[in-house]
C-alpha cells in the first residue's frame, strides 16, 4: 500500500513570490491536514480538510490556503512568500472514522524562500 | 487550545538502557495521544498511540502511560539500540469513541532528541 506521497521534495522560491505544494493521501484516506515544521516554533498545524471541505484552521495568516480535490488529493498554497516561510511542510492522511484516527505523514517538502 | 509540553529537549543514553519521555497536555477534552519518530530528512513515523480509555499500552520495547488526572503521559523505551536514535515527538488531539468523523488536528511536543550510544 503506497504511503503518503509529497511534491516537489524541494523547493527554492524568492520573496514575494507564490508556491503550491501537493500531497497524494493513501487509498482511501479521507482526511488529509497540513503542518509546517521549522526549527524555532516544531510542529505547527496549518490546516485539515475532509470530504474537500476545510474543517479545522490553524493560527497561520491568510497568504497560507489549501484545498482538496474529489479524490482526496490535496494542495495547499503560499501567497507572496516570506523569508520566514522557509521551513518543512508535512502532510498527513488519516481515514478519519470513529475511532480510525491515526495519521501518518508524508516525507514532506523543504521550502527554502531567499 | 490545547498546549503540549515535553520534555526533555535532549537524551543521551547507552545501548541497552532505557529511555523514558515525558509530556503533559492542557486541554481535558483530548482524548488520542500519539507519539512520532523522526529521523533525518524523513516525514515522522507513527510508532505508538494511545486513548483515554487505555491507562497503558505496550508494543514490543515500547510502551506508553497515560495518567488522565494529571493530564501527562509518557513514552518508555526499554533495551533501546542506536537505530532508536531520532527526534520523538508527542502530541494530542481529540477523537471520537465511535462513529461520526474525527480530526486531524494534531497539537505536538517540542520534541526531544534521542541519542542512543553504541
Known amino acids: 500500500k503506497a504511503g503518503v506521497t509529497q511534491t516537489p521534495r524541494y523547493l527554492i522560491k524568492t520573496r514575494g513570490q507564490q508556491v503550491t505544494l501537493s500531497c497524494s493521501p493513501i487509498?482511501?484516506?479521507?482526511?488529509v491536514s497540513w503542518y509546517q515544521q521549522t526549527p524555532g516554533q516544531g510542529l505547527q498545524f496549518l490546516f485539515e480538510y475532509f470530504s474537500e471541505t476545510q474543517r479545522n484552521k490553524g493560527n497561520f495568516p491568510g497568504r497560507f490556503s489549501g484545498r482538496q480535490f474529489s479524490n482526496s488529493r490535496s494542495e495547499m498554497n503560499v501567497s507572496t512568500l516570506e523569508l520566514g516561510d522557509s521551513a518543512l511542510y508535512l502532510c498527513?492522511?488519516?481515514?478519519?472514522?470513529?475511532?480510525?484516527?491515526?495519521?501518518?505523514f508524508g516525507q514532506g517538502t523543504r521550502l527554502t524562500v531567499v | 487550545g490545547e498546549n503540549v509540553e515535553q520534555h526533555p529537549s535532549t537524551l543521551s543514553v547507552q545501548e541497552g538502557d532505557s529511555a523514558v519521555i515525558k509530556c503533559t497536555y492542557s486541554?481535558?477534552?483530548?482524548?488520542?495521544f500519539p507519539w512520532y519518530k523522526q529521523e533525518l530528512g524523513k516525514g515522522p513515523q507513527l510508532i505508538i498511540d494511545?486513548?483515554?480509555?487505555?491507562g497503558e499500552k505496550k508494543d514490543q520495547r515500547i510502551a506508553v502511560t497515560l495518567n488522565k488526572t494529571a493530564k501527562h503521559f509518557s513514552l518508555h523505551i526499554t533495551e533501546t539500540q542506536p537505530e532508536d536514535s531520532a527526534v520523538y515527538f508527542c502530541?494530542?488531539?481529540?477523537?471520537?469513541?465511535?462513529?461520526?468523523?474525527?480530526?486531524?488536528?494534531?497539537?505536538f511536543g517540542q520534541g526531544t532528541i534521542l541519542t542512543v550510544h553504541p
Open positions: 494511545i486513548r483515554s480509555n487505555v
Open positions: 498527513a492522511s488519516s481515514l478519519a472514522v470513529g475511532a480510525s484516527t491515526e495519521a501518518f
Open positions: 486541554d481535558s477534552a483530548s482524548n488520542y
Open positions: 487509498s482511501g484516506h479521507r482526511s
Open positions: 502530541a494530542a488531539s481529540f477523537a471520537p469513541d465511535a462513529g461520526g468523523t474525527s480530526y486531524g488536528k494534531l497539537t
